[in-house]
């Protein structure tokens, strides 16, 4: 920690989430003096940097993925091996143990990483005061009587909250949101979800595979309707041959509390009157961004409807100094894309030119199987009427799924009819959360699909789909 003297900033960041974190990194490895300022405590009440993604979000939830789909596969799968587990119990107790402990080494990580950058660190609440001596100023509640840190620059990295019910507050106790649902002390025999989006599906994915009855109700008519209909299609008849309840178009009515537990009361697609009894309820339904306590008002931060702060392509917000990135801002709510928007920023502060093309911002779902995609779906591509050819390739040709006996799912390129330039990749199978990878690469490149069909793959790999798919454009697939 600073002392009061020492208070004067190239740049303050007010929050330690990927945006925050990777923002301040950035600007001190750029020669800046850098401060950040994040509230976030740990059970013991001291600092646990890494915002939502480390401490409720991303790491944890790939944790406790990561646990139950070892143990599903153990369940389910390893008998397709030929290794026989007569008897196969969970320590549930262990596994929440275990995720609380990669989800510390990661805070400890960031500590380290400010440490080795010079990145000053302040543990607290900041807030706006008003400008003085052209400098803006944050305090810091707990940082010491007084303090208040000055600079040229501030970067707001406050990131956002789940998205409670109408009229239904989270307890974390029965009514969970991801905080809660990522914690829950005895498997719940009934688990009721509300919201199949990217949270409901893979948490209620950990809870399924852990032994609950898993039902998801979902508002919109169609499932996941951001992913390329033909993959969330696919997707959709795994999950439910896995024995996810997953049911579109219904209208919540009423939630209730009694001692044998939740009743959720809602209108089916056909108007119906039905409702689910369950022991927890999950409520996934997005989140907001986050500005409370940050007291914008002193500056005169401007939000937009919806409460995000108003930022223009470069995360400028309207007031000169002030930027403002990652879940706080417009564009989709996801760690990699705060990232991009943090380097950015630090990049431009310090005089370079800070770009990020959201275009090629990645989307990934780590349920099993996984779904990715990055650019435009086929849907969107016929909306705009843009003339594209498309390229699909199964796993089931693949001959390194099948030896993982993981065989479920597709790849799909899309590219323009008449460039040839790639316009979008999905993918639902095993690992395409690595296999996006090389699409976000092509299509940061504006590749062609016959880039990525002229690059030799290694054999035999997953990746070996996506060349596959590559070369179906062109309808020359070699292995189907
Ligand atoms: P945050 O991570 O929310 O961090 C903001 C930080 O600012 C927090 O530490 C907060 O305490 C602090 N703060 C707020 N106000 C103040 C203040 N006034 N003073 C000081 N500090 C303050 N995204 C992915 O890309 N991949 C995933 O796999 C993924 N999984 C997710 C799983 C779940 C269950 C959830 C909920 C989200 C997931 N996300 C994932 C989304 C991802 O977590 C967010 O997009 C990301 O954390 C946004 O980063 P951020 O830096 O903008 O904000
Ligand atoms: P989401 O936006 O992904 O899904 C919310 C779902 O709830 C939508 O399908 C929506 O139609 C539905 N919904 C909204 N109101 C409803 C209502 N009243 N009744 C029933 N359904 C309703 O939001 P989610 O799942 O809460 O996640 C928040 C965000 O966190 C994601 O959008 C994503 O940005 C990020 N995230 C990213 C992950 C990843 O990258 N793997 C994992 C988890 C979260």
């Not at 009361?265 to 927890?280: G, I, P, T, V």
């Not at 990645?362 to 099993?368: E, F, H, L, M, S």
């Amino acid at each position: 920690m600073a002392s009061s003297a020492d208070n004067r900033f190239d740049v303050i960041v007010i929050g330690a989430g990927p945006g925050g974190y990777t923002g301040a990194i950035r600007a001190a490895q750029l020669g800046l003096r850098v401060a950040c300022v994040d509230a976030w405590r740990n059970e013991k009440g001291g600092p646990a940097p890494g915002g939502t993604c480390t401490n409720i979000g991303c790491i944890p939830s790939k944790a406790l993925l990561h646990s139950s789909e070892n143990f599903e596969n153990a369940r389910r799968h390893f008998g397709d091996h030929g290794i026989r587990i007569d008897s196969i119990a969970i320590d549930l107790q262990k596994m929440l143990a275990r995720k609380s402990t990669v989800v510390r080494q990661n805070n400890e990580g960031i500590l380290y990483l400010f440490k080795k950058n010079r990145v000053t660190f302040f543990h607290g609440p900041g807030r706006f005061e008003t400008d003085a001596a052209g400098l803006h100023r944050v305090s810091v509640a707990g940082a010491g009587e007084g303090m208040v840190l000055t600079a040229p620059h501030v970067v707001v990295a406050t990131g956002s909250v789940a998205r409670p019910l109408p009229g239904l507050a989270f307890d974390e106790k029965r009514v969970l949101s991801n905080d809660g649902a990522l914690s829950i002390a005895a498997v719940p025999q009934r688990l009721g979800v509300i919201g199949a989006g990217v949270v409901g599906l893979e948490l209620g994915s950990v809870w399924r595979r852990l032994g609950s009855e898993v039902t998801l109700l979902e508002a919109l008519p169609a499932f996941l309707p951001a992913a390329d209909e033909q993959i969330a299609r696919e997707a959709h008849k795994q999950f439910t041959r896995q024995g996810l309840k997953i049911e579109l178009g219904i209208a919540i009515e009423s939630v209730d509390s009694g001692a044998e537990g939740l009743r959720v009361r809602y209108q089916d697609s056909a108007k119906k009157a039905q409702q689910l009894e369950c022991d927890k309820l999950i409520v996934s339904i997005g989140r907001l961004p986050n500005t409370e306590g940050l007291n914008g008002e002193a500056v005169g931060l401007k939000l937009d409807q919806r409460g995000f702060i108003e930022v223009d392509a470069a995360c400028r917000t309207s007031i000169e100094g002030i930027w403002a990135i990652g879940d706080v801002v417009r564009g989709p709510m996801l760690a990699h894309k705060a990232e991009e928007e943090a380097v950015a920023v630090a990049e431009s502060i310090a005089g370079q030119h800070g770009h990020v093309d959201l275009e090629t911002i990645a989307w990934v779902i780590y349920t099993a199987p996984e779904i990715a995609w990055v650019g435009q779906t086929e849907q969107q591509l016929k909306a705009s009427g843009r003339a594209y050819r498309a390229g699909t390739f199964p796993f089931a040709a693949n001959g390194r799924a099948r030896a993982m006996g993981d065989t479920a799912g597709l790849v799909k390129c899309l590219a323009d009819a008449q460039t040839d330039r790639v316009l979008g990749v999905h993918a639902v199978g095993p690992l395409v959360s690595e296999l996006i990878a090389e699409a976000v690469l092509a299509m940061a490149f504006r590749a062609s699909s016959e880039d990525i069909a002229r690059v030799c793959h290694a054999h035999p790999t997953l990746s070996e789909a996506t060349r596959e798919a590559a070369l179906a454009v062109e309808g020359r697939a070699l292995n189907i």
